[in-house]
């Protein structure tokens, strides 16, 4: 076994890409088809808007060649993933570093690439390659009515090569390869449909959004180099005391900058305004990139880099504040969203948040292990939002899935129970998987040395308690239906929708999904159920195997099994006291919720316009630089550079225009120039022989 | 009384007719069919000209040239008329400012 490992995590990282390279190829074979230029479906029209010409038997092997190439490809990784993991969980396959090539060398200077396995990417690994095999199948049934599905699927499969290279690399230059990599694919899934306005809005939203925090990183890294002489993760290790000694502010510096990248990527307060927009895409894409895996790049950043963070326990404590800002930010906005996917997007937020905040305390084992269940059960409830809105025929609004008169948990009731799973787990509720790992996070908070994570442990236990209401709040909404009650109450709506739908021909009635989207839900499932219990060694120091670091006097994830009882408890009394609370505004008393918000305006404002983020961003920032870029393209562009071009031009256009009247066309005037120039020169030569 | 024919007088006529005729050619602003015959004229004075060189140095060639000269002066006028005919045809007129597709 141990023979095979170096060979085994190449594989696994450079599949994916293959299969993204050959699914491009079929690109050479059958060219760009009609129907991929034009609008496929998308989720605001119905299916049938764009009915495609019957496709022709070639046009479908272009498809189901660079589908079945990309598929079969993740799922070899998976199961090579796997491989490694249990490996290395049983002890019989050892962490190993290997080496591809050099990219280059300057002096003592060199970048290479290769691989780097240990427990810390080999849990990666198996998160990445299980959540993107599942949403690659899933699409299958998902995407099987958009023309250009070839192109997707070779999107995803070259996000999960440049995901797996971001988390296996030994360096941190391949790693930001990776990073941009994955940011580059986020843009890409983000506005796969690149005729909807919003979504290409929202895909250039995410990528300058990114931008800004990778020039953070970029920054960070640049001070990285400069102090430590080098990038790989090896050396950086072994020098930090050494530099802390001497240097503790860079330290600090470098730590804090490459936080702030990581902010970006995970999608933290301050720079998480892309992350709802970036719902525009297709929601398998929301599942694999924005709830399970890119965004928890920053988590891992932070893991990865562990020893560098436990010498800079002023960022730390930064780390630990922002996170805990963002649980609650998020979880108060999810509360009032209407998109079923948004209310989602800020869970997945709120859950990164805890992440964070684990790592400000320290318990770098918590966030991992929190990381790991949040991806089983955040892509199952994704998928499980993509089934709702492929069985509601691309209708997004939790509130109209109550005005359609359909009782959806009668409609669709495996989506039903696997939602149901997620939003238990997402709740943290025992046995589910959330319960472990957001409950060890939690008494990490509490148990910090000093008493400085009690207020983390508070805003966390009360995010708690609001994930709770607004995760089963989508499940009320969305699900329990009393057609009486919408018969007695909502006539006037009710015969409004009848006629819209009576003016839209392409009414269908709800669906459950096809089973080609049902299975690859069922292991997620199975992860949300179970991988808190199976993986539950992931929460201790010990099972990392030193690819974590903890400073022995940051004891809060070892003294986190001896917190108080009570305080153990609370997270768990206040999540069941959510669902219970939600089942009463969102299923039984749906009048409620409205007299709330009516009681207090302003909060609920607050809330439902997301703080007002964007309006600030928009004063703050965008106007201002569109200001200022007006201002360029106004006299740098138009006035000065365009000017002197076109004033050359017209120098040469007026002169010509002068010249051009030589040419009159009449023959006797070149007659006439013809004799002239004959006189003059032969009058000259006759002058000078004279 | 009589004068002597001299190369001077000869070279004299040939002189004017060409003038004539380059006068011809570059104020008349009327008629195509003039300008040819001003072609003509001029052609007639360069004729002339080898005419009286080739007598006053006792060489035959110059004679001979100026039989091509009128041999080829009566095939390109067969030539211009065509042209001129074909020009009038499509134009209707043969004013030579019509002819101004050239202009710049």
């Known amino acids: 076994m141990q023979a095979l490992v170096p060979q085994l995590t190449t594989l696994a990282v450079l599949l994916p890409a293959i299969g993204a390279l050959l699914g491009a190829l079929t690109f050479l074979i059958w060219p760009t088809l009609k129907a991929e230029l034009a609008h496929g479906h998308d989720d605001h029209h119905g299916h049938d808007d764009h009915a495609?010409?019957?496709?022709?038997?070639?046009?479908?092997?272009?498809?189901?060649?660079?589908?079945?190439?990309?598929?079969?490809?993740?799922?070899?990784?998976?199961?090579?993933?796997?491989?490694?993991?249990?490996?290395?969980?049983?002890?019989?396959?050892?962490?190993?570093?290997?080496?591809?090539?050099?990219?280059?060398?300057?002096?003592?200077?060199?970048?290479?690439?290769?691989?780097?396995?240990?427990?810390?990417?080999?849990?990666?690994?198996?998160?990445?390659?299980?959540?993107?095999?599942?949403?690659?199948?899933?699409?299958?049934?998902?995407?099987?009515?958009?023309?250009?599905?070839?192109?997707?699927?070779?999107?995803?499969?070259?996000f999960t090569f440049a995901m797996l290279m971001l988390v296996t690399a030994p360096n941190l230059v391949q790693m930001f390869l990776g990073w941009e990599g994955v940011g580059v694919c986020s843009y890409l899934l983000i506005g796969f449909w690149f005729h909807k306005a919003s979504a290409n809005a929202a895909a250039i939203k995410a990528f300058i959004v990114n931008r800004v925090a990778d020039a953070a990183m970029l920054v960070g890294l640049f001070a990285l180099a400069a102090t430590f002489g080098t990038l790989t993760y090896s050396e950086i290790f072994a020098k930090v005391d050494a530099v802390s000694a001497t240097n503790s502010y860079a330290i600090s510096f470098i730590a804090l900058f490459l936080f702030i990248g990581a902010m970006g990527k995970s999608a933290q307060f301050g720079l998480h305004t892309w992350?709802?927009?970036?719902?525009?895409?297709?929601?398998?894409?929301?599942?694999?990139?924005?709830?399970?895996?890119?965004?928890?790049?920053?988590?891992?950043?932070?893991?990865?880099?562990?020893?560098?963070?436990?010498?800079?326990?002023?960022?730390?404590?930064?780390?630990?504040?922002?996170?805990?800002?963002?649980?609650?930010?998020?979880?108060?906005?999810?509360?009032?969203?209407t998109d079923i996917k948004r209310v989602i997007a800020y869970s997945t937020c709120s859950q990164l948040g805890y992440m964070f905040f684990a790592i400000g305390v320290s318990a770098y084992p918590a966030a991992m292990f929190h990381l790991t269940t949040h991806a089983f059960f955040k892509a199952l409830l994704f998928l499980g939002a993509g089934s709702v809105i492929h069985g509601m025929h691309h209708e997004q609004n939790i509130f109209n899935y109550a005005k359609s008169g359909y009782v959806l948990r009668k409609v669709l009731p495996i989506t039903y129970g696997l939602m149901w799973l997620g939003s238990l787990a997402l709740a943290g509720i025992p046995p589910f998987a959330g319960y472990f790992s957001k409950d060890l996070v939690?008494?990490?908070?509490?148990?910090?040395?000093?008493?400085?994570?009690?207020?983390?442990?508070?805003?966390?236990?009360?995010?708690?308690?609001?994930?709770?209401?607004?995760?089963?709040?989508?499940?009320?909404?969305s699900f329990h239906n009393k057609p009486k009650v919408d018969e007695a109450h909502a006539k006037p709506t009710k015969a409004?929708?009848?006629?819209?739908?009576?003016?839209?021909?392409?009414?269908?009635?709800?669906?459950?999904?096809?089973?080609?989207?049902?299975?690859?839900?069922?292991?997620?499932?199975?992860?949300?159920?179970?991988?808190?219990?199976?993986?539950?060694?992931?929460?201790?120091?010990?099972?990392?195997?030193?690819s974590i670091v903890i400073h022995h006097a940051h004891s809060a994830?070892?003294?986190?099994?001896?917190?108080?009882?009570?305080?153990?408890?609370?997270?768990?009394i206040l999540a069941i006291s959510g669902i219970t609370l939600a089942f009463y505004l969102f299923a039984e008393y749906r009048g409620i919720p409205k007299r709330i918000s009516q009681l207090l305006p302003i909060p609920y404002a607050i809330s439902l316009n997301k703080w007002y983020i964007?309006?600030?961003?928009?004063?703050?920032?965008?106007?201002?630089?569109?200001?200022v870029a007006r201002f360029f393209a106004e006299w740098g562009d138009k006035k000065g550079i365009d000017g002197l071009l076109n004033g050359g031009a017209a120098t040469v256009r007026d002169f010509g225009q002068w010249l051009r009247g030589a040419q009159t066309g009449y023959v006797y005037h070149y007659a006439y120039a013809m004799l002239l120039a004959l006189t003059l020169g032969l009058g000259y030569l006759l002058w000078k022989t004279m | 009384m009589f004068y002597t024919l001299t190369l001077s007088h000869v070279l004299t006529l040939s002189a004017l007719l060409f003038t004539m005729g380059m006068a011809g050619?570059?104020?008349?602003?009327?008629?195509?069919?003039?300008?040819?015959?001003?072609?003509?004229?001029?052609?007639?004075?360069?004729?002339?000209?080898?005419?009286?060189?080739?007598?006053?140095?006792?060489?035959?060639?110059?004679?001979?040239?100026?039989?091509?000269?009128?041999?080829?002066?009566?095939?390109?006028?067969?030539?211009?008329?065509?042209?001129?005919?074909?020009?009038?045809?499509?134009?209707?007129?043969?004013?030579?400012?019509?002819?101004?597709?050239m202009k710049g």
């Open chain 2, 25 to 101: 050619i570059v104020l008349n602003r009327r008629n195509i069919i003039a300008i040819l015959m001003c072609l003509e004229l001029v052609l007639l004075s360069v004729s002339i000209n080898l005419v009286g060189t080739s007598y006053f140095r006792a060489d035959i060639t110059g004679q001979i040239f100026s039989m091509f000269i009128l041999t080829v002066a009566a095939a390109e006028l067969a030539i211009g008329l065509a042209i001129v005919t074909l020009f009038f045809r499509n134009r209707g007129t043969i004013e030579i400012d019509a002819a101004d597709l």
């Open chain 1, 275 to 337: 992350l709802p927009d970036a719902m525009e895409g297709p929601t398998p894409v929301s599942a694999l990139i924005h709830a399970a895996t890119m965004v928890t790049a920053g988590v891992f950043l932070l893991c990865r880099m562990s020893p560098l963070y436990e010498a800079a326990p002023q960022v730390l404590h930064i780390v630990g504040y922002v996170g805990a800002i963002t649980a609650i930010f998020a979880a108060t906005v999810g509360l009032t969203q």
């Open chain 1, 496 to 546: 409004k929708s009848k006629k819209e739908a009576h003016h839209d021909d392409h009414h269908h009635t709800p669906h459950e999904s096809p089973w080609i989207m049902l299975v690859p839900m069922l292991p997620l499932a199975f992860g949300a159920v179970l991988s808190g219990w199976l993986l539950h060694n992931m929460g201790t120091l010990e099972w990392w195997d030193g």
């Open chain 1, 52 to 158: 495609p010409e019957a496709p022709t038997a070639s046009s479908k092997w272009a498809h189901y060649v660079a589908m079945s190439l990309t598929t079969g490809s993740v799922l070899a990784a998976t199961v090579i993933s796997w491989t490694l993991f249990i490996g290395l969980n049983n002890g019989t396959a050892e962490p190993v570093t290997t080496h591809w090539f050099t990219w280059f060398s300057a002096g003592p200077w060199a970048v290479t690439f290769g691989t780097m396995l240990d427990k810390l990417s080999a849990t990666m690994l198996i998160v990445v390659t299980s959540v993107s095999a599942c949403v690659h199948v899933y699409s299958w049934g998902y995407m099987a009515e958009d023309a250009s599905k070839r192109r997707f699927f070779i999107y995803l499969s070259a």
């Open chain 1, 442 to 477: 939690l008494e990490s908070a509490f148990a910090a040395p000093g008493g400085w994570g009690l207020p983390l442990y508070a805003i966390g236990t009360l995010a708690a308690m609001l994930t709770a209401i607004y995760g089963f709040r989508i499940i009320f909404m």
């Open chain 1, 614 to 627: 964007d309006e600030i961003y928009q004063v703050l920032w965008v106007n201002p630089t569109a200001s």
């Open chain 1, 557 to 572: 994830l070892h003294d986190a099994h001896h917190i108080p009882e009570f305080f153990k408890k609370l997270p768990l």
